[in-house]
């Protein structure tokens, strides 16, 4: 079984258990880029850039949580569950940061 896949099913039963517990609105974040925090940059970061090892784990991560919280929401008949990618928006971020006022 494959890091993702475990990760996913872990995930999909704590969120079930949110919803037994009672949780109506949840926002469940994706990863960030792993890669890129400080630690991981000193650790294995090449040349100042990220760990491309961890970006790549994120982006094979996020989608399918992504799709996991899609499809628990279906089987429970309601938006429960609310995804934000922090990949994403940190890139926005990154990449556009004229659009928040820098």
Known sequence: MTHTLLLKLICHKLLQRLYDL???????????PMGCVPAELALRGTSGGC???????????NPQLQHMIQG??????????IAANTALMHNDFVNNPAAYGT
């Open 22 to 32: 009672g949780a109506r609105r949840v926002i469940v974040t994706g990863t960030g």
């Open 72 to 81: 628990l929401n279906k089987k429970i008949g309601k938006d429960v569950f």
């Open 51 to 61: 760990s491309a090892e961890l970006q790549r784990a994120a982006s094979l991560y």
